[in-house]
């Protein structure tokens, strides 16, 4: 694992009183410690508001990322927000097909490029209809010798790509009472690269400026600093368009070279992943080195972010209450306050997830914004 340290030396304590549904208490993670106080739980997610605003706002959610498209329905969020001291985010995401067509309707979109094999694997991914797709991991760290991203990502290097984007946060910034904008998807179908002509081009380019760089060395920094840059550019464009707007992202999908690279995105608040949602379900202490990345690392580049991690919960593989229980004391262990959770819709339609989340966050721990 690139940028892991090895943390062998971290004791694992998986907080007993936390996991039989007791108020846990503030936890110490080295320099850091975690109190209850400082806790803060996003979610990102769908559905109508009036079904999700209030239930949200009882399991301890002081944050919900959700689609602006349906305005009546992204103005009711708002509106609810308020009065449940819910901050309300626009999702923005790097697959959204339509915000192109909105911004350049008689354009094909510039899509991203794979290679040959890349290809192939992902023709064997969309084959695979077993449940638990040979154990790929949609996006997160892969397990298998070769992942790609199903979906299909528009390639930033096309200058039209970030026009489009910034037409789309002009848009969700319009709002009235919106707390900011969300980036998603902002990375590499094959978590590395793209292939198409515009990227070759740039690349080629890059490599000039960098005539001693072996060239796969030149594309990994290539891809990563325009992918940063890309991210950077957005969030200061955001701030020119409303000041107060907050801008949070979730880093995915995963890039290899450097799977924790949140750090260097100069944005409110960097949500990174340190419990995904698939089987092999990731080890607690492998959770807990990450949380402590995530949030001692934050401010390694730039003052501004702060650092959260996500938890995925999903329907399948289903994580019971004592799992959820256990990923999230892993986190607080780790010394990371901020928790991100994907889709908030599966916490809040299961009694057992929304407990564990409640222990964690509901009552008195919501600092309430
Ligand atoms: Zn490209």
């Known amino acids: 694992m690139n940028g892991i340290p090895v943390l062998c030396g971290l004791a ?119 449940p638990g797709k040979s154990r790929y991991q949609f996006g997160g760290e892969p397990v298998n010798e070769r992942e790609v991203l199903e979906t299909p990502l528009l390639c930033f290097h096309d200058p039209r790509v970030i026009d489009a984007f910034k037409k789309q946060i002009r848009e969700m910034l319009s709002f009235p009472g919106v707390k900011g904008v969300a980036f998603d998807y902002f990375g590499y179908r094959n978590y590395r690269c793209c292939l198409c002509q515009t990227s070759q081009m740039q690349f080629e380019t890059y490599q000039n400026k960098h005539p001693g760089l072996p060239r796969e060395q030149a594309l990994e920094r290539f891809s990563l600093e325009t992918l940063v840059d890309f991210n950077n550019r957005l969030s200061a464009y955001a701030r020119t368009v409303n000041p107060e707007a907050k801008v949070i992202t979730h880093i995915y999908p995963v890039f290899l070279a450097e799977p924790l690279y949140g750090n260097r995105l100069d944005l409110d608040v960097c949500t990174q992943t340190a419990a995904w949602y698939f089987e092999p379900f990731w080890s607690t202490e492998k959770i807990k080195a990450y949380a402590h990345i995530i949030a001692n690392e934050a401010n390694r580049y730039h003052p501004r972010p702060h650092g959260a991690a996500l938890i995925g919960v999903g329907r399948y593989p289903l994580k019971s209450g004592e799992r959820l229980t256990a990923e999230l004391q892993a986190i607080l262990d780790g010394g990371c306050p901020r928790v991100h959770v994907c889709s908030f819709n599966d916490v809040l339609t299961n009694p057992e997830a929304a407990k564990s989340f409640h222990n964690f966050f509901g009552g008195n721990y919501n600092p309430g914004f």
């Open 12 to 130: 694992l304590a998986v907080n007993l009183a936390a996991a039989l549904g007791q108020a846990p208490s503030p936890v110490s993670a080295g320099a850091a410690t975690v109190h209850a106080g400082n806790r803060i739980l996003t979610g990102w997610g769908g559905g109508k508001a009036g079904d999700v605003v209030p239930k949200a706002a009882e399991v301890g959610f002081s944050e919900l990322v959700v689609h602006h498209d349906d305005a009546a329905n992204f103005e009711a969020f708002i509106g609810l927000g308020k009065q449940h001291g819910i901050g309300i985010y626009a999702w923005l995401y790097l697959g959204d097909i339509p915000a192109w067509k909105k911004a350049f309707p008689q354009a094909d979109p510039p899509l991203q490029v794979m290679s040959p094999d890349e290809q192939e694997t992902l023709k064997k991914i969309q084959a695979d209809k077993t």
